[in-house]
């Protein structure tokens, strides 16, 4: 079997993560399968399409590290690659089923539509479409037509039957038709609905096998009896776990507990190769214990019989802690890249940065890389290296103990007369300061911490000292001492 996939999302906002794991999913199989990925562009809600969405959706998966071999914006044999540009298609396939008898002119209104529902609901019944236009005699369409009354066209659903199928995911999966109801495949305005035009496209572009959420079993139900009633043989399906916040409900867009948007990965700094592998792991797992995999390692090990049933929680924490081990691997250069518009957008640097900015800048980087989890967080980790924050109230209770003075003003001493400003140089300084005070450890290093950084943890102190400089090292424990007293060694 040829193996063909695609990626059908909707121009309708940013590259959710959802919709990036499904991308991903059929490109890894695809690729391990020496198949084709093909990306279309499901457009025929026009009411939710949003000016641009294509092309930053298109942006977003590049960006990941995917490709794919047919597209509308590179072509192929099977196009065109929008929904909106194969209306002539579906016509004429709504009217070969309305012609077998297969569907129906359905005359409804919203506002009758709305009462059936509204009276199913009060019966406590699901509510479904109710058949009416289903039973009309051909005397009755005629004169409906006549008087110019819009119509849907209704796919005629056989009563008492089971829809069944192997999916490759969840094993057989069954549905009564007498639960589906007659539903809509072309609307008024002769645009076809999601379900028809999906059926048509996948048999039209020959795919094999459709990768996607599990919020789209029910759907593929419907999509079976189109397949059928217009003699297409049936595609594999393979519908992958729900998405899940920490609380193990469905993640909605409008949970703000999780940054959702591929986009704004890529603009807080984030790697694509942590991101891929992340989505990677969300609702699939690598043979071992293996966390993390490149993206030539997940094309080797991907199979559809290792993705789990379950909901895969999404996890914040991990991705974070995944992208700081790629950001670690990053060459010094290109995480000073990935940092600089951060810089630059919180004030720390001026645009263009000088060459001492910059110089400043691959310092910070190197100071905090270790601890860096993604490209905006420096800014935020370094702003105190620009401007002294007041401590929090653990950094208060260190500066106002008494030992805190004596730790100040020996130090202050004893880099004022440095010969050296380096890591080494102020790390022996504050050996000499252990030996004339007889203060150790957090007696010693917090209280200086504090008054120069405003914080009560961080990297290693004379790394950070050095990096602020002299000037402003003393500066700022002039400033703890007061202005009203003098320092030891001023005049």
Known sequence: MRIRVRYAPSPTGHLHIGGARTALFNWLFARQKGGQMVLRIEDTDRSREVAGAEEKMVDALRWLGLDWDEGPDIGGKFGPYRSMERLDLYRSLANRLLEEGRAYPCYCTPEELEAQREEMRRRGVMPRYSGRCRHLTAAERRRLAAEGRPFTVRFRVPEGQTVSFEDLVHGTVSFETDGIGDFVIVKSDGIPTYNFAVAVDD???????????????????????????????????????????????????????????????????????????????????????????????????????????????????????????????????????????????????????????????????????????????????????????????????????????????????EISALSQWTP????????????????????????????????????????????????????????????????????
């Open 424 to 491: 080494d140089g102020i790390h022996a300084a504050f050996k000499r300061v252990q030996k004339t005070t007889g203060l150790r450890g957090r007696q010693l290093f917090m209280p200086i911490r504090v008054a120069v950084t405003g914080r009560t943890h961080g990297p290693e102190l004379p790394k950070v000292l050095n990096l602020l400089g002299r000037e402003v090292v003393l500066g700022r424990l002039r400033e703890y001492a007061g202005r009203s007293r003098t320092l030891p060694g001023e005049n």
């Open 203 to 413: 048999h039209s572009m020959q795919i094999s096998h459709v990768i996607r959420g599990e919020e789209h079993l029910s759907n593929t139900a419907i999509q079976l009896l189109v397949y059928d009633a217009l003699g297409f043989p049936t595609p594999g399906f393979a519908h992958v776990p729900l998405i899940l916040n920490e609380s193990g409900k469905k993640l909605s867009k409008r949970d703000e507990s999780v940054v959702q948007f591929v986009e704004q990965y890529r603009d807080l700094g984030y790697v694509p190769e942590a991101v891929v592998n992340y989505l990677a792991l969300l609702g699939w797992s690598p043979v071992g214990e293996r966390e993390f995999l490149s993206l030539e390692e997940l094309v080797q090990e991907f199979s559809l019989d290792r993705v789990g049933k379950s909901g895969a929680v999404f996890d914040p924490v991990k991705l974070r802690w995944l992208n700081a081990h790629y950001l670690r691997g990053r060459p010094d250069e290109e995480l000073l890249k990935l940092c600089l518009p951060h810089l630059v957008a919180a004030g720390l640097l001026a645009e263009p940065p000088s060459a001492e900015d910059l110089e400043w800048a691959r310092r910070a980087v190197e100071l905090y890389r270790d601890q860096l989890e993604y490209a905006a967080q420096l800014p935020e980790l370094a702003g105190w290296l620009k401007s002294l924050p007041d401590p929090d109230p653990e950094g208060e209770r260190i500066l106002e103990d008494p030992s805190a003075r004596k730790a100040a003003d020996a130090f202050y001493q």
